[in-house]
């Protein structure tokens, strides 16, 4: 077996991965094969214990039955959706159809794998889950990082901002908003600090990552 080792994300936190299966033997054997290859490992009898531990911050994937007492591993696999919890998911089944992986896949699942199983194939498999975690995790934190970046601007800002994206000069902008030249320029400079933009190339590096200028009616401030 190889081990590529568990990515860690922007968040800092050892990425696990979570077993929820309720045959204790099959648990087991999958937490030793994990343990063996130095990858945190988590076991759980049933999906509401599961539930009952989860933090969403923490980074991983989930090895998941499809079949068991109480809520069922699609049942789960719905929850975690509905709450907008994308931590992929394997499904392992000895009970499993075509119509089952097709219905959890539609869902979202990483993948679907039948017993017996392959155990190079499985920890592959979840090495590639892993790197998917951490990757959209980075999104994500990018994503809010950016967020603040915009929130911390004042709405007058806003629109500085919006128009600047839109290639408008300071003395553009001044007609646009009806202020002085001297005023717009003071604006400009406090949102490209606030922003950590060193030229407008960097503003709308920053705007295009948000998607804002998909469209331009969409950008603060900018004229409708």
Same mark, same amino acid.
């Given at each position: 077996?190889?081990? &590529?080792?568990?990515?860690?994300?922007?968040?800092?936190?050892?990425?696990?991965? %979570?077993?929820?299966?309720?045959?204790?033997?099959?648990?087991?054997?999958?937490?030793?094969?994990?343990?063996?290859?130095?990858?945190?490992?988590?076991?759980?009898?049933?999906?509401?214990?599961?539930?009952?531990?989860?933090?969403?911050?923490?980074?991983?994937?989930?090895?998941?039955?499809?079949? #068991?007492?109480?809520?069922?591993?699609?049942?789960?696999?719905?929850?975690?959706?509905?709450?907008?919890?994308?931590?992929? +998911?394997? %499904?392992?089944?000895?009970?499993?159809?075509?119509?089952?992986?097709?219905?959890?896949?539609?869902?979202?699942?990483?993948?679907? +794998?039948? &017993?017996? %199983?392959?155990?190079?194939?499985?920890?592959? $498999? +979840?090495?590639?889950?892993?790197?998917?975690?951490? $990757?959209? $995790?980075?999104?994500?934190?990018?994503?809010?990082?950016?967020?603040?970046?915009?929130?911390?601007?004042?709405?007058?800002?806003?629109?500085?901002? *919006?128009?600047?994206?839109? *290639?408008?000069?300071?003395?553009?902008?001044?007609?646009?908003?009806?202020?002085?030249?001297?005023?717009?320029?003071?604006? $400009?400079?406090? #949102?490209?600090? &606030?922003?950590?933009?060193?030229?407008?190339?960097?503003?709308?590096?920053?705007?295009?990552?948000?998607? #804002?200028?998909?469209?331009?009616?969409?950008?603060?401030?900018?004229?409708?």
């Amino acid at each position: 077996m190889t081990s &590529k080792g568990t990515p860690v994300p922007a968040n800092g936190k050892q990425a696990t991965v %979570f077993v929820v299966d309720d045959n204790e033997a099959l648990a087991r054997n999958l937490a030793w094969l994990l343990q063996s290859v130095q990858i945190p490992v988590e076991t759980f009898a049933s999906a509401q214990c599961f539930l009952d531990a989860l933090d969403a911050q923490r980074p991983g994937c989930l090895l998941l039955d499809v079949r #068991m007492p109480g809520m069922s591993g699609l049942d789960l696999q719905k929850h975690l959706v509905a709450q907008g919890l994308l931590l992929p +998911i394997i %499904f392992i089944s000895g009970h499993g159809d075509v119509q089952m992986a097709m219905r959890a896949v539609r869902l979202g699942a990483f993948d679907f +794998i039948e &017993k017996p %199983f392959n155990e190079q194939d499985l920890l592959d $498999r +979840i090495h590639q889950a892993l790197r998917c975690d951490a $990757r959209l $995790r980075a999104r994500q934190h990018e994503r809010q990082a950016l967020q603040a970046l915009f929130a911390s601007l004042t709405p007058r800002e806003q629109e500085v901002l *919006g128009l600047v994206v839109l *290639g408008k000069s300071n003395k553009a902008i001044a007609k646009v908003l009806d202020l002085s030249a001297k005023t717009v320029e003071v604006h $400009r400079a406090s #949102m490209m600090a &606030k922003m950590r933009a060193h030229s407008v190339a960097d503003v709308v590096r920053l705007a295009m990552q948000q998607q #804002m200028l998909a469209s331009p009616a969409g950008l603060p401030g900018s004229p409708g």
